[in-house]
């Protein structure tokens, strides 16, 4: 069965470190890849994705960039951080999107100080 | 997409209500529609899906209601429990399999015991 893994779970880091969120997948190959972000008590806000190796489609302008440098490993980073960029931050996959749509990580809390 | 900043509408009901929770969609072109549940600190998780040549379908407690006249997709949860609190996201699909999904701004559901 197909299994997506994200870490670290939480993380505090201070403004101007970079980051580095890291997320595989297994089970499957080829999948399409999706980062999302979302402030507390809001809606997904789709960042980056990806349909295969170094390709990365960036939707916001912003602080951070995404990297797909194996067929099911997607890398979100960061060289500066921002307060703003605190939020909660998701992986997904999907192959077929109409079978299930996607499927999301756990999830990574992020807190900028 | 622009409804990522607001804050999600609120919809309290008590223990074994029916509730509801009502989307409306963007695209008249979407032609596969999803319902996610997101509970606190998780990433979302699949419900129930529908597509456009359906108005309905039933799933364990759960019903989800097309009106493609309107664009207006609803979720139906019969006798609801606290373990239903949660945000409940709509999410649409019109590109075909190599399509995103486009998420709706989400409801945050409370159970009151």
């Known amino acids: 069965s197909q299994t997506i893994h994200q870490w670290p779970a939480t993380l505090v880091q201070p403004v101007g470190s970079p980051l580095s969120l890291e997320c595989t997948v297994e089970?499957?190959?080829?999948?399409?890849l999706y980062w999302y972000r979302q402030a507390a008590g809001r809606g997904l806000q789709l960042l980056f994705y990806?349909?295969?190796?170094?390709?990365i489609s960036s939707e916001v302008p912003q602080n951070l960039s995404a990297s797909r440098p194996q067929d099911r490993q997607f890398i979100l980073s960061s060289k500066k951080l921002l307060l703003s960029d605190s939020g909660f931050y998701l992986c997904?996959?999907?192959?077929?999107?109409?079978?299930?749509?996607?499927?999301f990580g756990s999830g990574t809390r992020l807190t900028v100080v | 997409g622009e409804s990522v900043g607001l804050h999600l509408p609120t919809l309290s009901v008590q223990e074994g209500d029916n509730s509801i929770i009502n989307c409306a969609y963007s695209n008249s072109a979407s032609d596969y529609f999803i319902w996610y549940k997101q509970e606190s600190g998780k990433g979302p998780q699949f419900i129930i899906d529908?597509?456009?040549?359906?108005d309905k379908r039933q799933g364990q407690r759960v019903t989800v209601l097309l009106n493609k006249t309107v664009k207006h997709l609803s979720l139906q949860i019969a006798a609801t429990q606290p373990g239903d609190s949660a945000v409940y996201f709509c999410a649409e699909n019109y590109g075909g399999s190599q399509g995103n999904l486009i998420f709706g701004k989400g409801t945050k559901l409370s159970v009151k015991p």
């Open positions: 997904a996959w999907s192959v077929q999107v109409r079978d299930y749509g996607y499927t």
């Open positions: 529908i597509r456009s040549n359906m």
């Open positions: 089970g499957t190959s080829n999948p399409n």
């Open positions: 990806s349909v295969g190796i170094g390709q």
